[in-house]
C-alpha cells in the first residue's frame, strides 16, 4: 500500500500515481439488503474457516509498520474485499475458539491502544462491530471510550488535505482491528485510543524513526496515567541499541500494566536482531496462528508470518525460564503468547473512515499480528490480574492448561530454521518462538 511509501515520495506523485492510490477503495458489493447473507459471504466464511481464502484473493498491509494484512480482492490486487456482512472471523467465533466466558463475565478493566492518525468514526464503527456480535454499547458518553492524543489530550483533528487524509484511510484499518478486537477479547472493557501524529505511521530516516518510537513511548506513559489495564502496539519499527536502552525503551517499561506488541507479520528474523518493540524483555511480544475451524472445533497451527527470533542486545524475557532464552543463548527470545493472525484465516474488521476515497470499507477481512495483540490485551485486563505482571512473567507461571500448546506448523522452511534451535520457527511441544507459551484457554492464564 501507498502507506509503506515515504512522505517525500508521495509528495512528489502525479495525477496518474494518485488515481491508481484510489484502488484502496472497495471492491464493490452485490446489491440488495446489506443485511443478508448471500452464498458469496457463505462462500468467503467457509474459505477462511478452512484456510483457504488466500487461493483466490490477495493482501496489502495498512501502512509502512503497520503489522495488518487486509484481504484483497483478487490476488496481486490491493482493493480491499469489501462486503455488507462480516465474512472474517467474529467476535462469537473467537470467543469458542480460545473457550472464553460469557461476556458480561470477568474484570472490568481497561485496555489502551495506541495506533496513528485521527479516526473521527471510531465511537461509531467500534459500535456497529460490537451490536454485530451482541456485546454492549462503549460510547464517549457512557465513559467507556475514550479518545485522546498521546499526551491525553483531544484527539487529533482529522486530515482535509492529500496526501494526509489518504494516509489517515489507510491507517484506520490497523485502528479499527485493534478497537475490534479488544472488543471481543474483553465486551464490558473500557477503550482509550491513544492517536500518535499519522508521520508515526511513515518510513523515513533514522532520526523520524526514533521520533516516531519516542512518541510511542510517551503514549505508554500517558496509558499508566490513565490506569490502563493493557496497552497494545501493532507497530513494529526496526531496533537498535539507542532505543532498546534509550528513553524510549524504558518509557515501555510499567510494572502493574501489561505492555503487549505484536512479534511481527515477516516470520522467522534471524537469531540476532528482531524488530521493536516486541523485542524488549519487559513487552509481551504476541505471535500469530492460522485457526482452522471444522464444525464446532477449532485448531491453531503455526502462521507462516507470524515473527519470531531472537535479539541478542537484550537479556531474556523477564520470567522466560532458561529453557526458552537458551534458544538465543540467553537472550530475549520471542514470542511469548500468541492468538489468531493468518489473513488466510482473518478477522473481520467495520471500517469505514474514508476522507481520501470517500467510499467507506465497511466489513473488511484483516488478519497480521495486528489482530492477535490487542486480542491478548483484552484478556490481560478481563483476567483482571495486571498488578502481578512485568513483562510476560506471569505466562511462564501460569496454571497448567491456561494455553493450548500449538504442535503443528513452522514460520520458515528447514534450510533456513537453525538446526540447532528448531524451536525459533518450527512448533514444538512446550514454548516455541512463533506462538510462545501456545494460545489462551480461557481467562486462567490473565
Not at 9 to 37: E, I, K, M, R, Y
Not at 87 to 92: E, K, L, N, R, S
Not at 296 to 301: E, G, K, W
Not at 342 to 366: H, K, M, R, S
Request: aromatic content about 6%; proline content about 7%.
Amino acid at each position: 500500500m501507498s502507506g509503506s511509501f515515504t512522505r517525500s515520495a508521495l509528495l512528489g506523485v502525479g495525477a496518474a500515481v494518485v488515481a491508481a492510490l484510489t484502488a484502496f477503495a472497495p471492491a464493490a458489493t452485490a446489491a440488495g439488503n446489506p443485511h443478508v447473507v448471500t452464498p458469496q459471504v457463505q462462500s468467503l466464511r467457509a474459505q477462511v474457516h478452512n484456510g483457504t481464502l488466500l487461493k483466490s484473493h490477495g493482501t496489502t498491509k495498512a501502512c509502512a509498520f503497520c503489522q495488518a494484512q487486509v484481504v484483497t480482492a483478487a490476488p496481486g490486487s490491493k482493493t480491499p474485499l469489501s462486503t455488507t456482512v462480516p465474512a472474517g472471523y467474529g467476535a462469537d467465533d473467537l470467543a469458542a475458539a480460545y473457550h472464553l466466558p460469557a461476556a458480561a463475565a470477568g474484570a472490568t478493566g481497561t485496555i489502551a491502544i495506541i495506533d496513528a492518525g485521527a479516526y473521527p468514526n471510531l465511537e461509531a464503527d467500534v459500535n456497529a462491530y460490537r451490536a454485530q456480535y451482541g456485546l454492549p454499547a462503549c460510547t464517549v458518553a457512557s465513559g467507556c471510550l475514550k479518545t485522546a492524543d498521546m499526551h491525553g489530550g483531544p484527539a487529533l483533528p482529522p486530515a482535509t488535505t492529500f496526501p494526509d487524509n489518504l494516509y489517515e484511510e489507510e491507517v484506520a484499518v490497523e485502528t479499527a482491528l485493534d478497537v475490534d478486537m479488544a472488543s471481543a477479547a474483553c465486551p464490558s472493557c473500557k477503550l482509550v485510543e491513544l492517536q500518535l501524529p499519522i508521520e508515526d505511521a511513515l518510513n523515513g530516516d533514522k532520526a523520524h524513526l526514533d521520533a516516531a518510537m519516542a512518541d510511542f513511548g510517551t503514549a505508554v506513559n500517558t496509558a499508566g496515567a490513565l490506569g490502563a489495564s493493557a496497552v497494545s502496539m501493532s507497530y513494529q519499527y526496526p531496533s537498535d541499541t539507542d532505543v532498546e536502552f534509550g528513553q524510549a525503551g524504558r518509557d515501555l517499561f510499567h510494572p502493574g500494566m501489561a505492555v503487549l506488541a505484536s512479534s511481527g507479520d515477516g516470520g522467522y528474523e534471524g537469531n540476532v536482531h528482531t524488530g521493536w518493540p516486541q523485542n524488549l524483555p519487559w513487552v509481551v511480544s504476541v505471535g500469530g496462528t492460522s485457526l482452522l475451524q471444522n464444525g464446532d472445533s477449532f485448531t491453531d497451527i503455526v502462521w507462516g508470518g507470524a515473527g519470531s527470533g531472537c535479539e541478542t542486545d537484550l537479556p531474556a524475557a523477564i520470567g522466560a525460564p532458561p529453557s526458552v532464552s537458551a534458544n538465543c543463548g540467553g537472550h530475549r527470545a520471542s514470542s511469548d503468547v500468541a492468538a489468531v493472525a493468518d489473513p488466510n484465516t482473518g478477522v473481520a474488521v467495520y471500517e469505514t473512515y474514508a476522507p481520501f476515497t470517500g467510499q467507506p470499507l465497511n466489513w473488511i477481512v484483516v488478519g497480521g499480528t495486528s489482530a492477535s495483540s490487542p486480542f491478548v490485551a483484552g484478556l490481560y485486563a478481563r483476567g483482571g490480574h495486571t498488578s502481578q505482571v512485568m513483562g510476560p512473567n506471569t505466562l511462564y507461571t501460569a496454571p497448567a492448561g491456561a494455553f493450548t500448546d500449538v504442535t503443528l506448523g513452522q514460520n520458515a522452511p528447514a534450510h533456513v530454521c537453525p538446526t540447532a534451535t528448531p524451536a525459533l520457527c518450527v512448533a514444538q511441544k512446550g514454548w516455541d518462538a512463533p506462538t510462545g507459551v501456545g494460545v489462551p484457554n480461557g481467562l486462567a492464564g490473565f
